[in-house]
């Protein structure tokens, strides 16, 4: 099991930008073989994967409606994941979870729930237009 934690989200005009972070406790060496993802749930809806990237060779994938706009990444040296969000929508509203799981391939690194078995305890972004 891996801790994480996201940073607090806000509130931002439509067009804005946030910045999120996710500090992330990962045990032993296991940090090189891991899948990372930033996940979002608007009310009454499915939670739905925006963004991945797997730790092994730093491939990231996008959910089409954040492509362009929203970017994953992570600190090596301080074990963060971050997620960059600019032209925000008012639909961009939700909770906004970080996730980590152990896949050991990066093709199994995929923008599905069930891929993962760490997650945050979720932050809300609102989006306001």
């Known amino acids: 099991q891996v801790h994480l934690e996201e940073s607090e989200g806000g509130s931002v005009q439509a067009g804005g930008s946030l910045r999120l972070s996710c500090p992330a406790s990962?045990?032993?060496?296991?940090?090189?073989?891991?899948?990372l993802g930033w996940f979002r749930q608007p009310t009454g809806e499915e939670r739905q994967g925006l963004a991945i990237?797997?730790?092994?060779?730093?491939?990231?994938d996008y959910v089409d409606s954040v492509k362009g706009r929203f970017t994953i990444s992570r600190d090596k040296v301080n074990n963060t994941l971050n997620l960059h969000m600019t032209n925000l929508r008012s639909e961009d509203t939700a909770v906004y979870y970080c996730?980590?799981?152990?896949?050991?391939?990066?093709?199994?690194?995929?923008?599905?729930?069930?891929?993962?078995?760490?997650w945050g305890q979720g932050t809300q972004v609102t989006v306001s237009s």
């Open positions: 996730a980590a799981g152990r896949v050991g391939r990066s093709a199994h690194c995929q923008r599905k729930p069930e891929r993962f078995l760490s």
């Open positions: 990962f045990p032993g060496d296991t940090y090189d073989s891991n899948c």
């Open positions: 990237l797997f730790t092994g060779d730093d491939r990231t």
